[in-house]
């Protein structure tokens, strides 16, 4: 339906600062909810953070708020995930993904191909 591809990860040291891009085409982006999810080796896949269509509602987990913000350029046909201050523990595989509920992450079907975020201690 929509073609999402992701970029801006990368190797930064705790208490850095990342901010990730996932960029749409095929569709127009404000026609879905946006997540992003990650998942480290060895775990299951983790719903991060989501903003609504018109961009005036976000979600996020427990884990990252107060640290990470979701937004969307409509220009761009872009949604963003900044990243400030990065833990250790953030490190992991990040996917956006194209869906139909803020907070059901069932409800998203539509996947970028990941980008990589290490954070070193």
């Known amino acids: 339906q929509v073609q999402l591809v992701e970029s801006g990860g990368g190797l930064v040291q705790a208490g850095g600062s990342l901010r990730l891009s996932c960029a749409a085409s095929?569709?127009?982006?404000?026609?879905?909810?946006m997540g992003w999810f990650r998942q480290a080796p060895g775990k299951e896949r983790e719903f991060v953070a989501a903003?609504?269509?018109?961009?005036?509602?976000?979600y996020y987990a427990d884990s990252v708020k107060g640290r990470f913000t979701i937004s969307r350029d409509y220009a761009k046909n872009t949604v963003y995930l900044q990243m400030n201050p990065l833990k250790p523990e953030d490190t992991a595989l990040y996917y956006c993904?194209?869906?139909?509920?803020?907070?059901?992450?069932?409800?998203?079907?539509?996947w970028g191909q990941g980008t990589q975020v290490t954070v070193s201690s």
């Open positions: 903003i609504s269509r018109g961009g005036s509602r976000t």
């Open positions: 993904a194209a869906g139909a509920i803020l907070a059901v992450p069932s409800s998203y079907t539509d």
């Open positions: 095929g569709r127009t982006l404000s026609d879905y909810v």
